[in-house]
């Protein structure tokens, strides 16, 4: 069974019906199912009942296959792990390990509401770890994860600054950007963050457009907009790897691998890295370490895994 999105943006499973939910006529036995959001009024509330009850326990049915799938993945690419239970707890061994500080409240000029219907609310730590920074979005998630494990961001605001800006109308309006990052070279831009489609909703593109126009030297040099494609699922896996990789970072095992990369000239893959560490998951982190100083780097773009290839960079200097 494999889920798949129609152009209304509704999921559908193909699977037999269950028991209860009439077919129309004329469709074939493995029908389309699917529980639309506008669903029709003549609809009992009973036959939903049904088939939201079944599209959950299909749901939970697809999870072994998962695990099903990557096990064949290992497999087929030699990949054996071991999941037996140690002897002792394994735990993360970082050479500074931090002590708990009070978590500051967010410097943003506002707090979204904590719910919606429409999309995710939450907050995420700052990028030095000592705040919180409110997201109300999924690609606001993403991206200030991305901005928190990159080299090339200095210094990270959520929900600022807040400018004034004369719209089409004539009149004065408020618009308050969701991210704020001073990067390296000193350069600072302001930042919306929405899926392309709100961008288009609401008009946002216009709204920065006149704001670039306009100039906001007392906040930003420039003016940018992110989405979905730069907020996506494998740069934030990446980004989420390289941040616990941060915090658990020990100096012995980020020296132990960083010799064990000296001597290879070609691609070598994530996983060989692994082979023979007395902890594989210490020496996982210290791969990662090296991923973000920029001393090995993937040969393609996309989500690290374990199968992907990995190639040392051209200096051996730390890039900034």
């Known amino acids: ?91 993360a061994n970082p050479t500074s390990p931090r002590g708990y500080a009070p978590v500051l409240p967010s410097l943003g000029n506002r707090k979204p509401s904590p719910k919606s219907p429409f999309n995710y609310r939450g907050n995420q730590p700052s990028l030095d770890g000592q705040r919180i920074m409110y997201f109300e979005s999924s690609v606001e998630l993403k991206a200030g994860r991305i901005f928190r494990a990159s080299r090339d961001v200095q210094e990270l605001r959520e929900q600022w600054p807040t400018v004034d800006y004369l719209g089409h109308d004539g009149q004065r309006h408020k618009h308050t950007f969701d991210y704020w990052v001073r990067r390296a070279d000193g350069k600072r831009v302001a930042i919306a963050a929405k899926p392309f489609e709100r961008l288009l909703e609401l008009g946002t593109l216009r709204i920065l457009r006149q ?63 692994l082979r023979g560490a007395p902890i594989p998951g210490h020496r996982r982190t210290a791969i990662w370490n090296l991923i973000d100083e920029g001393l090995l780097q993937p040969l393609e773009r996309g989500r690290i895994t374990d199968v992907s290839l990995l190639v040392p960079a051209k200096t051996n200097e730390v890039t900034p």
Request: glycine share 6%.
């Open 1 to 91: 069974m494999s889920p798949r999105r129609t152009e209304a943006g509704c999921w559908f499973f193909f699977e037999k019906p269950p028991q209860g939910v009439s077919q129309p006529h004329g469709t074939p036995k493995r029908r389309e199912i699917g529980l639309f959001a506008e669903a029709s009024r003549g609809r009992s509330r009973v036959r939903e009942r049904k088939l939201t009850s079944y599209m959950r326990e299909t749901e939970f049915r697809m999870r072994p296959e998962h695990f099903i799938k990557q096990h064949m993945l290992n497999r087929q690419n030699g990949i054996e792990v071991d999941f037996s239970i140690p002897d002792a707890t394994v735990w």
């Open 211 to 273: 704001i670039q126009r306009m100039g906001i030297p007392q906040y930003a040099d420039s003016v940018s907009v992110v989405t979905e494609a730069f907020a996506n699922d494998d740069d934030d896996a990446n980004a989420g790897w390289i941040l616990v990789s941060r915090e658990n970072y020990n100096e012995g095992e980020y020296l132990a691998a960083r010799e064990l990369v000296t001597n290879i000239t070609g691609a070598v893959r994530f996983w060989d890295l």
